[in-house]
């Protein structure tokens, strides 16, 4: 049979590459799924790092203060900035903290602990801070013999700034040594300004918390006339109160040449740590625990090299990141790329579990549901073509030739403007084909009742 010219035109137009109609009802959906991925993903990824972070430090001249200083350098190598901010101790830091005023603060253990429905975590535990408790002599009394707190009932005692860590911990000793504000003269000083009480002779003993490299510390280690306590009961101390622990200061490890101390000196010491509110950046905590194991992992006249920082819990839960560094060290990619880099990445892989857990399935499937729906159209018109066949096999009088024909052109008509892929076009023209087919079974089987004047 030849197809008429207009017909031919109209089935080359819908004879094409793609059938965007498809392509569009297949590929919307999918891309909206898609985009929905990204979107559940992006709830949870974090944004990039901020540059800057603000520390609480401490006391000037104290030991948090020049953490704080070693920080900043650690960190400017990474490209952020560390703002610090002196306070008077402890409590201050961890207040400035619980009201975000700040990002992350020292902590004396034992000087502040959590409280219900806290958001505070600890970085680990970055070394010993030892209690110094520095005393001078009355006139009546001798040096060899004074080896207890009780001594220092009725004396003045600089006690540590009204918000510090040491206060706290000086008034915890001082009253299990019977020891309170009824029987003795305690001063809120702490640090240098009570270091240089002290050496006036303005107090009788000065209680101090610090490294032994801090400047009131090492200042009263100096001092003609002024003497270090040795804690001989430290272990009931440490029993007494479970967040102190015993450390001895060996004789002469702080100037041999002048034998400071005279002989080993026993020691209570709390443990320092970083506290850190939970909505900090996960990777700025990554820093900060990177930046203490440079600043105290190394050694120190309490502890060995190694020794410090570790993975333990100081007044408030241990930080999962820093539990992971302590496990396992620096995360896998800041081990071989730039900081910048390595967060970048680490942020995008989130996005990436939509692209395989959804991409890769629907690049599957859509081209799947694509050729459903070109070859449903096709079924359909065969399915149309099979029924008319079959009816006219069964009651051919039923209508006359023309209406048969009119039902098949009807068909091919639909079957000219149905667009169909060059992918498909050999179904395209099977079907044309079979349309001839049933044409000439219409003709055959109406030939009985066509109308003679019709007949060739």
Request: hydrophobic share 45%.
């Amino acid at each position: 049979m030849i197809v008429p010219l207009p017909v031919a035109r109209i089935s080359l137009r819908r004879l094409r590459s793609v059938s965007w109609r498809d392509a569009l009802f297949v590929g919307f959906p999918a891309l909206l799924l898609l985009l929905g991925g990204f979107w559940g993903a992006a709830q949870f990824i974090q944004p990039a790092p901020p540059s800057r972070l603000a520390i609480a430090s401490g006391e000037a001249g104290g030991g948090y203060q020049r953490y704080a200083a070693q920080y900043r350098q650690v960190l400017a190598r990474y490209g952020i900035e560390l703002v610090e901010t002196p306070t008077s101790g402890t409590p201050e830091n961890v207040a400035l903290l619980r009201s975000h005023a700040v990002d992350a603060g020292l902590v004396q253990g034992g000087a502040a602990g959590a409280i219900e429905g806290d958001s505070l975590e600890s970085l680990g535990a970055l070394g010993y801070e030892p209690l110094w408790v520095f005393y001078r002599e009355a006139e009546d009394t001798e040096e060899s013999s004074f080896r207890r707190l009780s001594r220092l009932k009725g004396r003045r005692i600089a006690i540590g700034g009204a918000n510090s860590g040491t206060r706290v911990l000086a008034l915890d000793v001082l009253r299990a040594n019977g020891i309170g504000e009824e029987n003795s003269r305690l001063k809120m000083l702490g640090g240098l300004a009570a270091a240089h009480a002290l050496v006036r002779g303005d107090v009788d003993a000065a209680f101090i918390v610090g490294p032994v490299n801090s400047a009131a510390v090492w200042t009263l280690l100096y001092a003609p006339g002024i003497h270090l306590l040795n804690f001989e009961r430290a272990e009931a101390y440490v029993r007494m109160f479970p967040y102190l622990s015993k450390v001895v200061l060996p004789a002469g490890a702080v100037d041999l040449v002048r034998n400071i101390p005279p002989t080993d000196i026993a020691l209570v010491a709390p443990t320092t740590t970083i506290a850190v509110s939970d909505r900090l950046h996960p990777a700025l905590a990554d820093l900060l625990v990177q930046a203490a194991a440079e600043v105290h992992g190394g050694p120190d006249l309490l502890h060995r090299a190694g020794e410090f920082p570790i993975g333990k819990a100081v007044d408030f839960p241990l930080s999962p990141r820093a539990a992971r560094y302590f496990a396992s060290g620096k995360p896998l990619l800041q081990r071989y790329l730039p900081f910048w880099a390595a967060t970048f990445i680490d942020r995008t892989v989130v996005m990436l579990i939509p692209v395989v857990a959804l991409l890769f399935p629907l690049v599957r499937f859509a081209p799947m549901a694509y050729g459903w729906r070109v070859r449903s159209r096709i079924y359909r018109r065969y399915g149309e073509l099979k029924f008319l066949e079959a009816e006219v096999e069964a009651e051919p009088a039923r209508h006359s030739r023309d209406e048969w024909l009119a039902r098949l052109d009807a068909i091919e008509q639909a079957v000219n403007r149905m667009p169909t892929p060059l992918t498909f076009s050999d179904m395209f023209y099977t079907l044309r084909g079979h349309i001839d087919i049933v044409r000439t079974t219409v003709m055959k089987r109406t030939a009985d009742f066509a109308d003679p004047a019709a007949l060739p």
